[in-house]
């Protein structure tokens, strides 16, 4: 009895959940994503070995000054890391996922000066048919500011292009180290 109560009220939940999502402007910002590809002339071992570390992004990527394990083990589900910038700015990032078969991680961010939100990502190692290494980093996101219409710099095409040259700069840095050029 108490069950088909709550079927027939379950729709009017619903409708208020929606109507709720729209009055907070819920609506306002849809999930971005962009994905960067490298092709690196060294093999795939050496290339994993270079970014497989969850704490020391700074080996690869030109804007981390330091990087340094704050909570739970480096490599393992759970641990947090503090990213340093070179400009002093902070961001804190959790790993989600961690496969050394696969060679890839995911992780999210939790605090960042970035204009963007919710914000989730895979770096992952593999192979080309030409025996060249392909290193694929690809994010999910929203913008920073969800609301229907975003202040000046907090919108789509700005955290999309944020997130695109955070992407190339480290994949063209890795590039030149593994190449040596």
Known sequence: MK????????????????AASFAFGGEGAKFLKI????????????????VNNFGDLGAWHPAVKTTEIISGENNKVGAIRLLTLQDGATLKETLLSYDEKK???????????LPISEYTSTVSVGKDKKGMSKVTWSGHFKRKDVSPRPAVGQDDTTATKTMRTVYRAGLDNLK??????
Do not use: D, R
């Open 35 to 50: 994905t960067e590809v490298c092709e690196i002339n060294a093999p795939a071992e050496t290339v994993w070995k270079k």
């Open 176 to 181: 030149a180290i593994l190449e040596h050029k």
């Open 103 to 113: 060679t890839e991680y995911s992780y999210n961010i939790i605090e960042s000066p």
């Open 3 to 18: 069950m088909n109560k709550l079927k027939k009220q379950l729709p009017g939940v619903f409708a208020l959940s929606l």
